[in-house]
């Protein structure tokens, strides 16, 4: 019996480390297997206003919806001057850091014709606060990125 609690531990870890690889394949899987092929950095500062870029032959205005803090629930929303893109998922990171899976996806609202995600900043232990805000909108299978940077004070 104390023999077989050992081998039933190594099992259980054993089973929880698959069951973390096959859901990130298939989380990977699902965000789609289109590649970037547009990629744009803004000098526009969302902390200051809405931000205009330019996709898909399309104009975008994104905006943060209050002011963004980490570990702070707050909203993004994107609108489309025309065409819907097929979807829209925003991240966030810091250059050289890995600041884990902040990836959401935005929802779409028909009434009120946005895009929409509430989203969580990740706090770095090291203090850092440049922040960079990847918008990636898919069309046709392909991703169009645009890139807005960003510090909190």
């Known amino acids: 019996m104390k023999q077989s609690l050992p081998v039933t531990v190594f099992l259980f870890i054993l089973l929880a480390l698959f069951g973390s690889w096959f859901a ?22 969302l902390l200051k206003s809405a931000c205009e870029f330019r996709q898909l032959d399309n104009n975008f205005k994104i905006q943060f919806t209050g002011r963004p803090s980490p570990l702070v629930p707050f909203f993004v929303t994107l609108k489309a001057n025309a065409q819907q893109p097929d ?18 996806q935005m929802r779409y609202q028909p009434l009120a014709d ?16 440049d922040w960079r805000l990847n918008v990636h909108l898919k069309s046709a299978g392909e991703w169009y990125m645009s890139e807005f940077e960003f510090l909190l004070k």
């Open 24 to 45: 990130g394949t298939w989380i990977k899987g699902n965000e789609g297997s289109g590649k970037v092929v547009s990629r744009s950095l803004s000098s526009c500062d």
């Open 87 to 104: 979807a829209v998922k925003i991240s966030f990171e810091m250059e050289g850091m890995d600041m884990g899976y902040a990836v959401y």
């Open 114 to 129: 946005i895009w929409k995600a509430k989203v969580i900043l990740p706090i770095c232990a090291t203090g850092r606060a």
